[in-house]
């Protein structure tokens, strides 16, 4: 039937071999990705005619604030299906997709505090996406503990997936009241000069760039996934035959 | 689940009486414990105190803190009080039987929640203008503090019942629970802040108050029904 496809997609193994398949794929073409879009950005793109070379942290910055809200849409999204259809693997991306997502969203707060230093002359300005940003590492870091303080794994999934799912509820409520309480507290800052539309040499970079990100965490999320399966299956009879290949 | 009102369990209470006994008991039984139900009202009076003694006792310097200091003393209390919530229920095995009842677990968890709102959120409604004072807001103010923390509260308490309900299985929860919590809260804490700040300069608060009445409408709305999914989940 059409259908088998997907019943395989909830079993275990032929994910575990799917992802052992399908890792060096994802790790390469990111590697290709984010070594063009670095040469593209960092050497062949011209300087901005207002900052200078400083503008150029944004071949890591956008993309890594894009994957901190991408990667949380994934854990909610999978994680929703797990609480729903009961599928472990679902709870597995999701457990996997937390650390990744965090680590995303630190390196966004760190590259924009970065920025803000050049830009503001401070290294924290209460930006509302730099605040947004924040309050997502805190939804993350809660999501992983929630997830560490349960020792039965079944509960951990199925509490921390409806963790998940309330946070993703609140992410756009917390994002507007952010955006409304600064624009109330600050006057526009620098950021909004940098708008204008950038030249394609600007551009082509930073897509090649957020591309090649989304595929990283795509090879991450695989590895994880993998290492997440053994620790969960590690009772199962076909994980000595996966291992011992 | 089904959540209508009309829905009769066997024993043919409806829905909305069991969750009117619910409440009922709760307040019955809380008020048999005052001691406990006075401790978040001090610890919000406290913290109140901590700020003058930390910043300055200039009033005209604590008053542009003033909404910042009620709104994170009144989240801060507010999340002491959440202990309260379900922990003595699912010790003795009540919150089981709630699940077991057969009636709508989340009508009862709505329940145990306003009745939770009744008995911490609404005395803080009423202890922040005393606090606002200290602080040295104009009596003209006052109003706007207990309306937007009334109001704020009920967000605060319907945000916490979640938290509370993942965390129940959970030893030591504490720390946890405000990682779980706060970051869901700020936007009552923006909302709540700047209509203090409003009602403070004299001006219409009534814009972020209607924005503090939504997170409430929309809490009222979901997080009984994440609340209860949560408390199945805990008790498994």
Not at chain 1, 46 to 67: C, E, K, L, N, T
Not at chain 1, 103 to 125: D, I, K, Q
């Amino acid at each position: 039937m059409a259908w088998t496809w997907f019943h395989r997609l909830g079993s275990p193994p032929y994910i575990y071999g799917l992802a052992a398949r399908l890792t060096p794929w994802f790790a390469w073409l990111a590697a290709v990705l984010i070594i063009g879009g670095l040469y593209g950005g960092l050497v062949l793109a011209p300087p901005d005619y207002q900052q200078g070379d400083d503008f150029r942290i944004i071949y890591v910055h956008a993309p890594s604030a894009w994957m901190s809200l991408m990667v949380y849409s994934t854990m909610a999204i999978s994680a929703g299906v797990g609480l729903i259809w009961r599928i472990k693997i679902a709870h597995a991306v999701a457990a996997s997709c937390a650390p990744i997502g965090a680590s995303f969203t630190f390196a966004a707060l760190v590259t924009g505090s970065l920025w803000g230093e050049r830009m503001w002359g401070t290294y924290w300005e209460w930006d509302p996406r730099l605040t947004s940003e924040l309050i997502l590492l805190f939804l993350y870091l809660g999501y992983m503990g929630l997830r560490s303080a349960m020792d039965d794994m079944q509960r951990a999934d199925r509490a921390s997936a409806v963790l998940a799912v309330v946070g993703i509820v609140n992410v756009p409520i917390i994002h507007y009241s952010v955006l409304w309480w600064n624009s109330l507290h600050q006057a526009p800052s620098v950021m909004q000069l940098a708008k204008p539309t950038m030249p394609p040499s600007m551009l082509i970079p930073l897509l090649m760039m957020l591309f090649g990100f989304t595929v990283l965490f795509v090879a991450l999320l695989l590895v994880r996934l993998r290492a997440e399966i053994l620790n969960r299956e590690r009772a199962a009879s076909w994980i000595r035959e996966a291992v011992t290949q | 689940m089904n959540t209508s009102v009309i829905e009769t369990s066997s024993t043919g209470t409806s829905a909305l009486e069991a969750a009117r006994l619910v409440l009922a008991r709760d307040i019955r039984l809380a008020l048999r414990k005052r001691g406990q139900l006075v401790q978040p009202l001090a610890f919000f009076a406290i913290v109140t105190t901590l700020f003058p003694l930390g910043i300055s006792p200039e009033l005209s310097r604590l008053r542009d803190v003033a909404p910042g200091v009620l709104w994170v003393a009144a989240l801060l209390s507010s999340l002491l009080a959440l202990e309260f919530l379900f922990r003595d229920d699912a010790q003795d095995g009540t919150l089981e039987q709630h699940v077991l009842s057969g009636q709508s677990l989340t009508w009862l968890l709505f329940a145990k929640t306003v009745a939770h709102w009744l008995l911490t959120g609404l005395p803080l409604a009423v202890m922040a203008p005393l606090a606002g004072l200290s602080l040295g807001v104009p009596a003209a103010a006052l109003s706007g503090i207990v309306v937007s923390v009334a109001i704020g509260s009920v967000a605060l308490s319907l945000i916490g019942s979640i938290g509370a309900a993942l965390t129940l299985g959970v030893k030591r929860s504490g720390a946890l629970l405000s990682l779980l919590t706060l970051p869901l809260s700020m936007p009552v804490l923006i909302f709540g802040a700047r209509a203090t700040e409003l009602a403070i300069k004299g001006a219409g608060f009534a814009p972020p108050l209607y924005l503090l009445g939504a997170l409430a409408v929309l809490g009222i709305t979901l997080a009984p029904l994440a609340a209860a999914a949560a408390v199945r989940i805990s008790l498994e």
